[in-house]
């Protein structure tokens, strides 16, 4: 099937853009790891799976309008502190949530619903499910502490 240049090429960056979150999700899940915070570990390498997931769904729809994905993640920079690292997985968050409402704004200009329909599903599991729990993560450390908030995100000797 020919898709509308103008959705593929959008999809093209949106792609981009889960690589990137992907990414990032990854070197921060394995600093989370090597600190031994196994708690935020498990999580953000739970969120890693699921921008493949989303990156994945995006490359196939590419695929299926008869476009040619561009799979170079965008350039980011990854956090050196916990703090720094969730911040900067919530700001991705946002840029994603902003990006995939001007793609469904774009799908329904052109009558792509089924694409506009993908891009609702990623909203959700992007506003409901990652950015939520990021804005929680936060809000815990100003309300506990950073020590607090970073022994609850350890794993309890064995």
């Avoid at 990032?24 to 890693?48: A, C, N, P, T």
Wanted: net charge negative.
């Amino acid at each position: 099937m020919q898709g509308n240049p103008q959705v593929i090429e959008y999809f093209k960056n949106l792609l981009r853009g889960e690589l990137a979150a992907r990414d990032q999700y990854f070197i921060h899940s394995r600093i989370y790891e090597d600190q031994g915070l196994v708690k935020i570990y498990q999580r953000l390498d739970h969120e890693m799976q699921e921008e493949t997931q989303h990156a994945d769904a995006l490359l196939r729809r590419i695929l299926f309008l008869g476009g040619m994905p561009d799979m170079r993640p965008n350039p980011f920079t990854p956090g050196t502190t916990v703090v720094e690292m969730l911040k900067k997985d919530l700001a991705v968050e946002y840029e994603v949530r902003d990006a995939l409402q001007k793609g469904m704004e774009l799908c329904e200009s052109v009558r792509d619903y089924v694409s506009r329909d993908l891009l609702l599903a990623q909203l959700r599991d992007t506003e409901e499910d990652h950015a939520y729990w990021l804005e929680k993560q936060l809000g815990l450390i100003e309300k506990m502490g950073l020590p607090n908030y970073l022994q609850s995100q350890s794993q309890a000797a064995a």
